[in-house]
């Protein structure tokens, strides 16, 4: 389920949302989880002198970002049902497939069966 990154992200929280849970422990799992996915592939790829040295360039420039934004939704969280919610849900999941989708109907349409 995790692919290329090993992050596993629209399975989970479209299985997660589905349950009957409050939002905030939903929440707290599915970052619990994607961080310790992530130590746990940073660890892999350190282990394996594999680390490439743009990563650090993008770490210091993503960083910022999430902490600024996991701040302010912390302190004014979005004012969304659990139906919105997982609307919300439902549109990422289905625009993930179809990025990920269009690219080989497309490439099957134009190249055609072989």
Known sequence: ????????????V???YRQPLPHRVVRETLAAIF???SLF???LVATRNDWQPHALLWVSAGLPAV???TYLTRRWP???SA???RFAAFVLLVLS??????PVALEFVVVGVK
């Not at 497939?97 to 269009?102: R, V």
């Open 1 to 12: 389920m995790g692919g290329l990154f090993s992050t596993a992200g629209p399975p989970l």
């Open 14 to 16: 479209f299985q997660f």
């Open 35 to 37: 961080s310790l996915n």
């Open 41 to 43: 592939r940073l660890g």
């Open 67 to 69: 902490l600024v934004s």
């Open 78 to 80: 979005p004012a969304l």
């Open 83 to 85: 139906q919105t919610l």
């Open 97 to 102: 497939g179809a990025s990920l989708a269009t």
